[in-house]
């Protein structure tokens, strides 16, 4: 496959999580606010309480929240809920997006479903073919908690796919014990095949088969207005773009497998595990040094994916309409709740 829309498939933007900072006037329990939350709420939410003791917590409650919404959807879907606390609220401080993961699950254009590995296969695309910020090198897959590296054999990545290991990218800085999972950037982004979801109480459960499907997602630090958050939606999804290989890559680096452990590159011999740069089943990710002693990256045999990011583009627009207010006041017979929770 040279480009991801050769799977014959569309992606759709979603929120998979928002985090609400908020200030209430006095003091009040974690449970007060999550409960009327979860009165109006159509998905999951949790609710973390901050104070500086938590024997003070517990005696008098706290001031200051954070509400992590889950699948969201559009605007009303994140103001209805708050609506339900907006008497509580400081009103010299106004409700602030502080996180955001936006996510682009990729399903079959015929809507049936993918068909056999062919889901796993376009995961493993994304993986490879995720156009990431410079110094993106903290790469790693994980199923436990605990981070490995992720293979260079792209057999191997769909293997893992299949046992249900996820990849995470980002920047990366030496850590104790050299371990791979430290974030240290703002820009995290992260790769699945999503068979499972929440349900209300927050437990995973198993999607039907014609749901599953290959997930790009993008997790950002933030600090926006709720009225802002279809501008914040829009700049956020130019961070997630594909690349292709070059229709005539092939052909350029005159390259021949020559078995299943080696192949010969004008007329030098790698080992894949080694160098990256084996075709067929093995990814171009290395560079080489050719028979003069240059140094050479098959990067070059890589270009924007102009389709792919065109829908993706698409996709982010049409889910920012949904989250900008005076859009959704015009469609909505709630634009008062939606002015009383954004003034």
Not at 150 to 176: Q, T
Not at 191 to 211: F, Q, S, V, W
Not at 271 to 284: A, E, I, K, N, R
Request: aromatic share 8%; charged share 25%; hydrophobic share 35%.
């Amino acid at each position: 496959m040279s480009s991801i829309a050769n799977f014959d498939c569309k992606p759709k933007a979603c929120i998979d999580f928002l985090d609400v900072e908020i200030w209430t006037s006095n003091h009040h329990s974690y449970k007060t606010i999550k409960n009327r939350l979860n009165k109006l709420s159509k998905n999951t939410l949790y609710v973390y309480a901050f104070n500086d003791q938590d024997k003070h917590e517990r005696q008098y409650g706290c001031t200051h929240f954070i509400i992590r919404f889950f699948n969201l959807g559009n605007l009303n879907h994140l103001l209805e809920p708050l609506s339900s606390i907006r008497h509580l609220l400081d009103q010299n401080k106004k409700p602030m997006a502080i996180q955001i993961e936006l996510a682009l699950d990729f399903y079959k254009n015929n809507d049936n479903g993918w068909f056999g590995n062919d889901g796993i296969r376009a995961t493993a695309y994304l993986v490879e073919y995720l156009d990431l910020p410079h110094g993106t090198v903290n790469k790693r897959m994980y199923a436990d908690g605990n981070p490995l590296p992720i293979p260079l054999s792209r057999d191997k990545v769909e293997l893992s796919i299949l046992e249900g290991y996820n990849f995470a990218m980002n920047k990366k800085r030496s850590g104790k014990n050299g371990t791979y999972d430290i974030r240290v950037d703002n820009d995290y982004f992260h790769a699945y095949y999503k068979n499972t979801d929440r349900n209300k109480d927050g437990e995973a459960i198993p999607l039907p088969i014609h749901l599953h499907r290959p997930r790009l997602e993008v997790n950002k630090i933030i600090h926006c207005e709720l009225d802002q958050l279809g501008k914040m939606i829009r700049d956020i999804g130019k961070l997630l773009k594909l690349t292709k290989q070059k229709d005539d890559a092939l052909t350029n680096i005159h390259a021949q497998i020559v078995d299943s452990q080696f192949m010969m590159l004008k007329g030098q011999r790698f080992d894949p595990m080694q160098h990256g740069v084996t075709l067929g089943s093995y990814s171009l990710i290395r560079p080489y040094r050719d028979n003069s002693g240059n140094i050479r990256n098959l990067k070059n045999s890589i270009t924007k994916d102009t389709k792919a990011n065109a829908s993706i583009r698409a996709a982010v627009k049409n889910l920012a309409d949904k989250f900008d207010p005076q859009r959704m006041a015009r469609r909505s017979t709630k634009s008062s709740v939606m002015s009383a929770v954004l003034a």
